[in-house]
């Protein structure tokens, strides 16, 4: 089934809940009732009447009334004015308000909102005159389409949940009962999805993250703001050291800029006319300076690469820094460590000469690939490129040649990709990477830009081998994205089962009893001298005791409770034969003490 | 000569100043004229007349004849309205306007201001009617005192330098010129002071950070606001390991806390209620969210410690960040590193047991005289307790224990010590180290502080060994304070010949002719084997090669000046011997290539 045809079957049954709805409450307003990921949902206000999961059984079953029916939906057009009419007159006070804002300007103004929702014959950014309707049996609905060609062509659904909702997204209107559902071709994609969100939620980051102690959250600190415990910060550094590493190795070097800048620095860039509304604003009370909190770095990179003349032989030069940015998200939306307000980045950025871009390209691109295939996730690209549409800014002959380039690094690297037209953001191509994880979820961890823009505004330049300035380009790129989301994905990639590089606890010796103290001490020596060089070097074993006076039974629950991967059961016998018991998921086994450092760089 | 005697000479060269600039310039009106630092100034309005360094002699002579003259400096009491009528007949606004506020208040408001230089009798919060003044041949002034007996015994001075600087520190007043003198009990202090400053201009770490490329600043982002390059971020990265690894050595763990938080922290911390307009505001523009940017870290690490529950045996918990703090310093006092409105912290905290105290204090002094001495900057502390006045919160059988246990520790850390009553925070007992630097210039570079109210305000507690509720004690620690002003004194110390360990370029390879290029890559293998332990762990040496076709001596001289403190000469000669020529500070050597790895760890 296409992409269109699956999004008219899941639009076709957000009408369905809607009319099964009232035919159980004839009175319910509807708001709208668009399409999402896996599914749709319809905003409903039933005045003091609240739905609930009780309910859905009896919503269901009305819809499968309707599905058996084989309604015809039945389009039809309207004049605005006659539309609004109608709709006063069916007491349906939202719709109303949707047609009277489309006949003012032609489109809505809701950040929430999907437009296809919007029944405009036009797609035009001014005022219209004529609406669509859609019908099916004794429900009618302002939509624009398309739709199924009768209510039995709709797949598998099921209805997942309903969850409060302001109308437009605004807390100032009324609050709306948002019902959401989730469809799918076939029974049998439907039940795999819903096993996927079963697995989804025994992996659940927020719940992982409380039970393994990774972060915390503080309502004295604020929504979206995690705060990192010992255990998390050793994912945050092992995470982003890599990052570096791997970076480092093609010639990338650390920088450090502030968190803030006066908003002139935007202005130059040109992000404070785009996104000026979406940004934390700061103020000193000392002085009269505009200030903002970064959401962005790549504008106070191009400062340090200002910072003195470059000449064609310096050419690239690679910055990157791990640093902090902040975005004024709606705290709403915030759960967890997939939204965030403040989110890191392992962030770069490349200035080069236009010569340099296959290359550049072709590192970044090897080293995302090493890192996503060390921690088993299967990368796939997508190469958006320009279409022929106004809108694009910098040379065309750039841009061809850019594109090429990207095109042939993907292709050197042997990458999973594919090539969209009019993906490509409006200064410049670019590829993005998509990981699928353990239960088969892809998800977007990355990309890597290019910039014909910045280099312009900020005039970003060098001097060439015949002494003639020329303009750089910039490449923007991150491997893990916001470290924070990309640890969100993670922990539920291995539902908290970290390999054993990264796992803040590695080892935990479980005595059996007192008699092999000494014993013991001499395995903590040795794991004290234990240091891993892969896949990040340096890394020292991180290891804890055990030696209450507890059973082994309640040592070893407690420790795989905590997941910690690998376990050194020490008894009398294992002092004796100078071995240990290496428990780990795959089982255990009897490790000498003499090959101990050994087994543990080999894991 | 003690502090109150050299106060006082100062204090009567500032007098002394304006009467030879009121001899020169009778027309002169006068602001205040307090002590500072190593000498004096006098606030001075001449109309649209500017003071140059051309008229220094000129003043400097007028001062020794008044000097010469030995004239009696003369206390005399006046109603506040009879002295208010006599600076309005002698023409001296500023005077007069500091009267009237006194009269009115008792105090005067002005940020820049000395105390001292306010002619109360009483020093008293409430309005008063007598002030003195001092008299000394034809001039007198509104002054408190105390002066030396007469203008003969000044010891020895200089005027130094003259800038602008607005009547009581607000723009919105008329621009005054600053006069600044220094002064000694005797001229060969004085000569020893102007020689270190001789000394001091020429290790600026304004001039050597951008010579040696460390930092940059970009009036797009702003003042107070330095951006690090490369070679600086490597001077930031190790020394903030370096302080890391030592404390990690004593139980520390790592954390991670975001930068800004909701305001509602602060208000239960009760830095909103002191500190609150000192704060950078940040305004969610989606949210009615009131956030500021963190300008201190401890709140937000009690976040983190009242995360779970603490027993008795998980104490002391020990959190160490090294994270950047932002103060809304007026950007007028901006520049270089020494002051800075991003400032990142190597901050740590314990929260431990009472009786854990004088443990966690000695691990404390130990690691911070490790530090100092092994950058050899000698190290002395000040112990600040409580005096027996008002305004200590906390149990005052808790501070006297808690001040034996600080001076215990001091002592088994055999650091040189004062004791000094009355220095202490309102919340707790607390050690301030002092680190001389090369030039003997003294800075305060680092604070170990007890608290005894944030444990109460944010219910910081444990369960002992009874299973009763026991509140926590919260030790606040940084051991290089600020890393910014650190390495503002640190490339100072240094004249920017930073310890090998430390050396953004550690080793520069300049050849001195094409036919070694093989053998020094053999060279770059051996160094990029070469990682040093001391005193940073896992420290990959950081080489360039300068194989330009340039001559030796120039190679030489740019290496020099990059302060690059091992440059590896390598020519045929070297190669046939299988050596290399070793140019360091102390001369130059010649060093088998087998002994080179050796010969650098041991640097």
Redesign the interface.
Known sequence: MSNEDLHAMRHSLAHITAAAVKRIWPEAKFGVGPVVENGFYYDIDLGTMSISESNFSKIEKEMRKIIAEKQTFERFNMDIDDAIAKMHNENQPYKKELLNDLKRSGTTVAKDMDADELGTIADSDTAIDKVSFYTNGDFTDLCRGPHVANTGDVGAFKLMRVAGAYWRGNEKNSQMQRLYGVAFETQEKLDAHLEQLEQAKLRDHRKLGKEL?LY?N?????AG??????R???L??LVSQYSNQLRQSKGF??????????T??YE?SGHWAKFG???????????S?K?A?KPMNC??HT??YV??PRSYKDMPVR?LETT?D?R????GELGGLNRV??LTQDDSHVFCRQDQIEEEINNLLSVASELYTSIDMKLRVRLSYRDSSDGYLGDMQLWTSAQEQLKAAVERNGLDFFEQEGEAAFYGPKIDFMATDAIGREHQVATVQLDFVQPERFGLEYTDAEGNVARSVMIHCALLGSIERFLSVFIEHTAGWFPFWLAPEQVRILTINDTVIDYVKEIEAILKDTVLMKPV??NEVRFTRDDRNESLGKKIKEATSMKVPVQLIVGPRDKDSREVSVRTRSGEEKVSIDHLEDYLKGL
Chains 1, 2 share one sequence.
Do not use: A
């Open positions: 102690d915390t503080s309502s004295l600190v604020g703001l995690p705060l990192f415990t010992p998390g910060t050793v945050r550094d070097e650390k920088i450090w800029t502030p968190h803030i800048t006066k002139d620095l130059k509304d979406e940004l934390f604003l700061v103020t000193s009370q000392e002085t300076d200030l909190l504008p106070h400062q340090l910072s003195k910055f902090t902040y004024d998200e709606k705290t307000r403040s070097k340096y």
